[in-house]
């Protein structure tokens, strides 16, 4: 599923030590990233390139016991001030309910975003179900 789109891996400096994301992310477009699961320390690496918000499709617990849950991935949020919202999906059979939803919920959520799932597979899904088109809701 993934295009041929030049996948990133970063390095950052944050407080004096250089932050390597654990996941390569994909950009789909210039306000929406993918990639697939992300651990606790992702998240400020996420905040130092300038993300605002991370939305998490993976549902707690798919992944066992090795998998941060949302409610970790959330305080991590939170203290590196990103926004953070759960919205998990369970399939790749998303429901037209889920996208008006997810389209809502991409347009009230601060730019950029970055969206993950086990593999980025569901994340991509949806920016693809709401016609790649994440700003304000028409």
């Known amino acids: ?6 996948l990133q891996q970063y ?9 390597t994301l654990s996941v390569q992310t994909m950009k789909v477009c210039p306000e929406f ?6 651990n606790l320390n992702d998240v400020a690496a996420f905040a130092q390139q300038g993300y605002r918000s991370i939305i998490n499709n993976r549902p707690d617990g798919e992944g066992g016991p090795g998998q941060p849950t949302s409610v970790q991935i959330e305080a991590a949020a939170k203290a590196a001030g990103l926004s ?4 998990p999906v369970v399939s790749l059979m998303i429901t ?6 997810y389209h809502a919920l991409c347009a009230d959520l601060p730019h950029p975003i970055v969206a993950f ?15 790649c088109q994440v700003g304000r809701a028409a």
Do not use: E
């Open 1 to 6: 599923w993934w295009p041929s789109v030049r």
């Open 11 to 19: 390095d950052y400096l944050y407080k004096g030590m250089t932050m």
């Open 33 to 38: 990233t993918v990639c697939g699961q992300i």
């Open 84 to 87: 953070y919202v759960h919205f």
């Open 96 to 101: 037209p309910q889920q996208v008006s939803q």
């Open 117 to 131: 799932c086990k593999s980025g597979g569901r994340a991509n899904a949806l920016f693809q179900a709401v016609g």
